[in-house]
């Protein structure tokens, strides 16, 4: 048994127990609580800090404050009824929480969303990831202690919520992508106004780099703090910005290419660094590469059906269904039944704001989930805590906590 | 005073594209007394592991020596009403400049004792933080102004101001000074980019996390009344305080105090927080050889021309 | 001029005046109705670990004691800037051995780690 946890601590990068805890009775001076209530663990977050002076000898990261039982309660839902429910993970960015499992029933059912549909799916992705590392770099700059890049930062996510809340009616919990398509087509006139929006969005984000990246104080804050090597990084199952912020270029929207991403012209930034100034550099660049594809989306959008052509998937338009008695048939039997899907399971991921948002689905054959499964990237990238805070001062907690982008909604779901 | 908090309030709102408060009163101009109201009312929560004389004892220490410091900035010449001297402040002392850092320095005390005795460990590392952070910028502070006393010749804020009214502000002839001075009175006062102290991201409220109420407003006030007499000292010691053409002595005091009131909060919305280790490292191995250099320098200089 | 203490003293009496009246009005209006989890100490909303008032770290004795040092040199150097005028050459001389005297204590500190603030 005890080679057996050698040759597992081995596996995972030769981490070992002390090397990320190495508390010792003699050696701290304190144990702090730093959370569920505090202002800059981004939610309910706790960590438990063994504290010599200002330094770090030990942490303890707890979590579960925020579990809702997001996925057993999936399973008493059809899937169209488990989109809201995706809202609710990452809620910051609730559009990739809806097509991380639209995307993974729609593998699970092999279903082709048609042009229009994946365009428009794409664009609001990539707004998603805008408008997500928005509030990242505005909490995390806070926590740091630049208020304004906070008030800065809403500014610009406030217009991206106005997009959403045309697209979908809603302006944080969105539902607006369904199994095989989206709710329904973009509003008129929109896709300008985000044309535009995307040209205004490229100058505030110099304005707000302006007063991080030269800034003598951010980057004595960020360089060199929470630095994580690309072995550690990829054995502790880091992904997204986070990972990339190690050197390593792993990105799904590029590894395997789902939605619109083929036929986008973009590339993936990549520091080596691994510190808190290399992940925040990646998020800056990507949110002008999210620009480029944004961009390219409205240039290139095709004409034709945002949704499935199929009847079994996507209900009747209304307007079809009051006229039509075989559709409102149809239309009413969609709403009871929804629709069923094969027997199998699938593991599909998606590249959320925050890195890999996997999806795995067992479906015995009914119109709703026998398991459904979410691979959270906040969970994930909340383990490598204390890899990056080993021997650093209490105010790199929080430079930490901000540099890897956690919601409490997805990590405790 | 206490509008010294609504001026803030709404400078900080421009600056991030917002209004500040604007609701009570024209302009907002009674907040300052609704907030001073609420507090009044508020529940002041002895936490039952703080020290029961010196929890809130601690804001009053803070609050009084901010307050003693203050009493020496002078806002004009001294004249004669009826054969009696009238100081322009309140008090012109021969020693004004050693009276003034050493009654400041005694606010440090009420951070100290403030965090130590909440029985809180938020509070405790606060306290601590404030205690390093003002011991080893008030070290700055003082030697930035000996080199300005050594050029004036006084201790006397008077005539720190007089030296200056007939010359050159001292800004040009000490400006290596000036700038110390500024970064120390920045720490000095627990403000962005210097405020570890009560760093709230960090330490939840830092030295006064529990306290509430009238409690909570003494460190605050004594805060504010902080940053004004270092603001009124920089216009005084640098700028030649109350003296200027055309305008009343206290005007002029008034304007140049303001501009480093609006300095104060520029900072403060623009600048990220330093971490603790890098701020002692500045005040250490970079202030103070550099001030020591300067304070060298300017009585070498002085020799020679004199 | 030991009249401009007077108003000094008014002022420092005016401060405590003003400190303990406050506090007194406050008390007098504040409501209280405190109970055994209000008066807990705040740690973000957990039962406290451990007490606050436990060791810290030595860091801090060493930084007073470095205080103690150059804020009694500044406190010498108040009086020599003042009288620098009429000291002359002699007052110059004198400060600058008496500053490198601290230098070299102040090296000796660094070179010791004390002002490795880790």
Not at chain 2, 49 to 73: E, K, T
Request: hydrophobic letters at 45%.
């Amino acid at each position: 048994m005890a080679t057996d946890l050698e040759q597992a601590r081995q596996s995972i990068g030769g981490l070992s127990v002390e090397s990320v805890t190495e508390t010792g009775e003699g050696r701290r001076d304190m144990v702090v609580n730093m959370g569920p209530q505090h202002p800059s663990t981004h939610g309910v977050l706790r960590v438990v800090l063994d504290l010599q002076g200002e330094n770090i000898v030990g942490t303890d990261v707890q979590i579960g404050y925020l579990h809702r039982g997001i996925e057993k309660l999936s399973e008493a839902r059809t899937y169209t009824q488990v989109i809201p429910l995706t809202d609710r993970t990452d809620y910051t960015a609730a559009m990739t929480g809806n097509q991380g499992l639209c995307v993974a029933v729609e593998r699970l059912m092999e279903l082709e969303v048609p042009p229009r549909g994946r365009y428009i799916r794409t664009m609001i992705a990539e707004l998603q990831r805008l408008a997500s590392h928005l509030i990242w770099l505005g909490t995390h700059a806070m926590d740091i202690g630049a208020a304004t890049v906070f008030l800065y930062c809403f500014r610009e996510r406030e217009r991206i919520l106005d997009f959403f809340e045309a697209f979908s009616g809603a302006r944080l919990t969105y539902s607006y992508y369904r199994v095989g398509g989206v709710a329904g087509d973009a509003p008129p006139g929109i896709l300008q106004q985000i044309y535009e929006f995307t040209n205004y969005f490229v100058d505030r984000l110099a304005e707000n780099e302006e007063l991080l990246t030269g800034n003598d104080i951010w980057l004595a804050r960020t360089q060199g703090v929470g630095i994580i090597s690309a072995e550690e990084a990829v054995a502790i199952g880091l992904t997204g910005p986070s990972l990339r912020g190690s050197g390593l270029a792993y990105d799904i929207r590029k590894a395997e290419p789902y939605e619109a991403y083929a036929d986008m012209d973009f590339e993936i930034p990549v520091f080596p660094d691994g510190d808190v100034f290399a992940r925040y550099r990646v998020r800056i660049e990507e949110m002008k590469q999210s620009v480029r594809i944004i961009r390219q989306c409205i240039e290139h959008m095709p004409d034709g059906p945002v949704n499935v052509q199929d009847s079994r998937v996507t209900p009747p338009k209304r307007e079809v269904a009051m006229t039509h008695m075989e559709s409102m048939i149809n239309h009413f039997m969609w709403n009871i039944h929804s629709f069923p899907t094969p027997k199998g399971e699938v593991y599909s991921a998606i590249e959320s704001p925050k890195g890999e948002l996997g999806y795995y689905i067992v479906s015995d054959g009914s119109n709703k989930p026998y398991r459904l499964r979410i691979r959270p990237p906040s969970f994930c990238n909340l383990q490598a805590l204390p890899l990056l805070v080993r021997g650093q001062m209490i105010a790199d907690v929080v430079a930490c906590i901000g540099s890897i982008d956690i919601v409490l909604g997805e990590v405790d779901r | 005073m206490a509008y010294m908090t609504w001026f803030e309030r709404r400078v900080i709102g421009r600056l991030q594209v917002r209004l500040g408060p604007n609701r009570v009163g024209i302009g907002g101009l009674l907040q300052p007394l609704a907030d001073a109201l609420k507090l009044f009312f508020k529940e002041d929560v002895r936490p039952a592991r703080a020290d029961r004389i010196l929890f809130p004892l601690a804001p009053a220490i803070s609050l009084f020596a901010a307050l003693a410091a203050f009493a020496v900035i002078p806002f004009g010449p001294t004249t004669r009403i009826a054969g009696v001297e009238v100081p322009g402040g309140i008090a012109n002392l021969q020693v004004g400049l050693l009276y003034l850092v050493g009654i400041s320095s005694l606010g440090v005390y009420g951070l100290v004792l403030g965090g130590w005795s909440s029985g809180s460990k938020y509070s405790l590392i606060g306290g601590l933080r404030a205690a390093a952070q003002v011991v080893s910028y008030e070290l700055i502070l003082g030697l930035a102004l000996v080199s300005v006393a050594l050029v004036a010749g006084t201790l006397s804020l008077e005539g720190v101001v007089g030296g200056q009214a007939n010359g050159l502000p001292y800004v040009i002839l000490q400006p290596v000074a000036f700038l110390l001075y500024l970064v120390a009175a920045v720490a000095e006062t627990n403000r962005a980019p210097f405020d570890l102290p009560e760093a709230d991201t960090e330490l939840v409220a830092g030295y006064h996390t529990e306290y509430g109420g009238m409690r909570f407003a003494m460190f605050f006030i004594a805060e504010y009344v902080n940053v004004i007499t270092v603001s009124a000292l920089a216009a005084t010691m640098f700028f030649a305080g109350w003296s200027g053409p055309f305008l009343p002595g206290p005007h002029w005091l008034f304007i140049k105090m303001l501009a480093f009131l609006f300095l104060f909060v520029w900072l403060r919305a623009t600048l990220p927080r330093l971490r603790y280790d890098q701020l002692m490292r500045l005040s250490w191995s970079v202030l103070l050889p550099l001030a020591l250099i300067n304070l060298l320098a300017t009585a070498v200089v002085v020799a020679v021309t004199r | 001029m030991p009249t401009n203490y007077i108003g000094i003293g008014l002022f420092i009496l005016v401060g405590m005046g003003f400190t303990g009246a406050t506090f007194a009005a406050a008390a007098l209006i504040r409501p209280s109705n405190p109970n055994p989890i209000k008066l807990e100490p705040y740690e973000c909303g957990v039962p406290g670990v451990g007490d606050a008032r436990d060791r810290f770290h030595i860091r801090y004795y060493v930084l007073a004691m470095l205080y103690l040092v150059f804020d009694l040199e500044v406190v010498f150097l108040y009086p020599w800037a003042v009288q620098y005028d009429k000291l002359g050459l002699f007052g110059l001389m004198e400060m600058l051995v008496f500053v490198a005297i601290l230098l070299i204590g102040y090296f000796y500190a660094w070179k010791k780690g004390a002002l490795d603030w880790v």
